[in-house]
């Protein structure tokens, strides 16, 4: 849609461009011409590196119904790794990584995997522990998600494009409550001190001097600072207990 618009502008201006009369403006359109027709050809560049890529990632991907992992006798399949998968790849480009590189490619395999098999111990840990998703829970998620989306169409076209259906996905979703109960239950975090928020911001504080940026006052930061400690600390924690939950489990990766 994109491209067809800007074909389509680009025509319109060199007409207008050319009805003005004259060498000087008939010269002009000329230019104009050959300049949108250049940013066309570079689009097009883009596009077909975009297309290349994006084969690339997607032959990474396995057979959806083959079994990646057996973690205490729940199976884990290639529709689940696929998506995790494909999660990892977008954080890879957006750090400015080739997740097609052979070094990213087994790396982006191995973290997803471990994603996956921590995802799934904890969420088994979860269900032992009886929390449970309500249907009023799962409905409410359901609509901010489809919140994103212009109309219903857009919504389902988008999700058929990941691969699954609405029983799906409302299962994952339920699945997201529970581990969210779990970890704020079980794992909670506590209360991030005045020290720790100060410490941070004097490391920050002193990257940004030695890059020649302007440091923001504390006060502008500090809820900012404050989130991105309690994210760290709940990582630390989670990844703590999923080692802790790998040593009583049996665990078969089989790719």
Known sequence: MKKMMFTLITGLLAVVLVACGGNEENTEATNDDK???AETDQQKEQEKQMAEMQKKLEAQQIDENKTVAIVNDEEILGSDYNTALASIQG??????????SKEATEQAKNQT???LVG???LLQEANKKSYKASEADVTKQLDELKKQFKTEKEFDTALKQTGIDMKTLETKIADNIKLQQYVEKELPVGKIT???????YDQYAE?????GQEVPK???IKPQIEQSLQQQKQQQKLAQQVEELKKNATIDIKI
Do not use: R
């Open 194 to 200: 005045d020290e720790e928020i100060q410490q941070m």
């Open 91 to 100: 954080q890879m480009q957006l750090m400015g990584q080739d997740p097609t």
């Open 119 to 121: 995802q799934t111990l």
């Open 35 to 37: 300049a949108k027709t």
């Open 113 to 115: 995997i471990d994603s």
């Open 207 to 211: 990257q940004g001097k030695s890059t």
């Open 218 to 220: 504390l006060e502008d």
